[in-house]
C-alpha cells in the first residue's frame, strides 16, 4: 500500500511540473518572447497540451475566463495539492496506526 501511495504522489508531484511548465510556455509566447513559429515552440506547447488539456479542459466547462486568464491550471494545481496532503495523512495513519 506505501509503494502504491507513492507512485501516485510522485505521478502527482510531476504533473504539478507539467502544469508549471505549460503555463510558463504560454506566457512567454502571448508576452512575444519566444516564437510559436519555431518548430520546437511548437512541438514542445503540442506535448505540453495534449497532457494538461484532457483534465484541465472540463475545469474550463465550469470556471469563466476572469479578465481574460484562465485560471483552471492554479484549481487544478489546488485540487492535486489537496489529493497529496490527503495521501500523506493517509500514510502517516498507516504508519503511526
Not at 507539467?18 to 510559436?36: D, E, K, T, Y
Amino acid at each position: 500500500m506505501f509503494v502504491i501511495i507513492d507512485l501516485i504522489n510522485w505521478v502527482l508531484s510531476i504533473y504539478i511540473y507539467i502544469l508549471i511548465a505549460s503555463a510558463v510556455l504560454s506566457w512567454l509566447i502571448a508576452f512575444g518572447v519566444i516564437s510559436f513559429s519555431n518548430p520546437n515552440v511548437r512541438q514542445a506547447s503540442d506535448v505540453l497540451r495534449r497532457l494538461t488539456d484532457p483534465v484541465l479542459n472540463p475545469i474550463r466547462k465550469f470556471l469563466p475566463l476572469i479578465g481574460g486568464l484562465d485560471l483552471s491550471p492554479l484549481v487544478l494545481f489546488l485540487v492535486i495539492q489537496f489529493i497529496q496532503r490527503e495521501l500523506n495523512v493517509i500514510l502517516i495513519r498507516a504508519f503511526y496506526g
